[in-house]
């Protein structure tokens, strides 16, 4: 084995998905799929593509000229900083494409990354294939919400700390940062001197009103900020793979030739839906969040008085199986042989917050069919 890959462990949502299978009875809570349509809009663009000679073709290689428009124009509005699409933009193939050739353009080996405990996997995992050091900063449960550890976060800075990476809503839990955290993330950043990478997937998905706030914003942040995102998330489009990264001319220069000879090029037959798709009027996503808020509140309802972690945002949920008596994996077997529920083991998606919960989906599962997931789960994890 590569030194690389000594600390980077298995990923296991797609051997959930497997044990799974077809069985119609299982509750798919294991991924983040979603059952809400795309917007006709794209889908229309998307299939105009396909007999386009221009779509089927590797140039340009940074993305065609009205994806990175339509992509800085996103950005621009919910940061309040403008971005020139030809200067401060690069499409990339998804998102997580994306982050990797941000780490890969300004981390160096052993340079120090601070994440959020928990965070995706994905996001710690890359940081060590990118050469870099993961350290997590914990959320705790607080009044019924998840809130960062503002001490923790403070004494976690060293001088070999060299950027925040930052999911928000955070995934899996569903925290959402107030402003007091994110000037505090922003407030450690620059006495750091370090780079803020943004994964803005799910920025807008947020519950009970709560309000978008980009780290851009914040004093002295524009230049130090390079925010990724996608239209997997927002727009239910994940098999699309169009992304975007939009930060500072310092770094997107380099930001570019890591793009060009890691994946070469964004997906061409999509890149025009998924430009249709962030100039679709937002009643689009205001009808998605509505729908996955009444999903949260449903699951919420059911499971009152079991140790379930209430979102903020997102798409997921975390229940403390570890309070019931099993760790993750344990718990996610018997949740799908004695429940048939679908969910993933957190092991490995942090240090403090991780072996014992299992994640819960519920955006790829209508109100009809996640009703009665209490007795589900009672017959796994507290009858059986």
């Not at 990354?113 to 050091?133: C, E, H, Q």
């Not at 699309?240 to 061409?268: F, H, K």
């Not at 798709?277 to 729908?291: F, K, S």
């Not at 679908?342 to 069919?369: C, I, K, Y």
Request: charged share 25%; hydrophobic share 45%.
């Amino acid at each position: 084995m590569v030194k690389r890959l000594e600390n980077v462990p298995g990923f296991s949502i797609d051997k959930v998905a497997a044990a799974a299978g077809d069985d119609p009875e299982v509750l798919r809570l294991e991924n983040l799929d979603s059952d809400i349509r795309p917007p006709l809009i794209a889908i229309e663009a998307t299939r105009r593509a396909i007999d386009l000679d221009e779509a089927n073709s590797y140039l340009p290689f940074h993305g065609q000229q009205d994806m990175r428009v339509a992509a800085t124009e996103h950005v621009s509005r919910q940061s309040g900083v403008e971005y020139d699409p030809d200067q401060n933009c690069v499409i990339t193939a998804g998102g997580t494409v994306g982050y990797m050739n941000a780490l890969l353009a300004t981390i160096e080996e052993g340079d120090e990354v601070i994440l959020t405990d928990p965070t995706y996997a994905g996001m710690i995992n890359r940081v060590r294939l990118a050469g870099g050091a993961p350290k997590l900063v914990p959320f705790h449960m607080i009044d019924g919400a998840w809130r960062l550890d503002l001490k923790a976060l403070a004494e976690v800075i060293t001088d070999r700390t060299r950027m925040f990476f930052i999911m928000n809503p955070s995934m899996p839990s569903g925290a959402v940062l107030n402003r007091e955290e994110w000037t505090a993330i922003t407030d450690a950043c620059r006495k750091a001197d370090a780079w803020l990478l943004y994964n803005a997937a799910m920025e807008r998905i947020l519950f009970d009103g709560l309000p978008v706030i980009h780290p851009a914003e914040f004093p002295g942040m524009a230049e130090r900020t390079i925010t990724v995102g996608s239209v997997a998330k927002e727009y239910s489009m994940i098999g699309w793979r169009v992304g975007w990264i939009v930060g500072p001319n310092t770094v997107m220069d380099d930001i570019a030739r890591v793009s060009i000879y890691n994946v070469v090029s964004p997906v061409g037959l999509t890149q025009s839906g998924a430009a249709a798709a962030l100039r679709t009027p937002v009643d689009y996503l205001n009808a998605a969040v509505t729908e996955w808020q009444n999903r949260r509140n449903l699951v919420l309802d059911e499971l009152a008085g079991l140790p379930i972690m209430a979102p903020q945002g997102g798409y997921s949920m975390l229940l403390d199986t570890g309070q019931m008596g099993f760790g993750s994996f344990e718990a996610s077997e018997r949740l799908l042989d004695a429940g048939k529920i679908a969910a993933t083991p957190m092991r490995d998606w942090g240090e403090m917050n991780g072996d014992q919960f299992v994640r819960l989906v519920f955006s790829n599962e209508p109100v009809e069919r996640l009703k009665g997931i209490r007795d589900r789960i009672e017959a796994a994890l507290v009858k059986g």
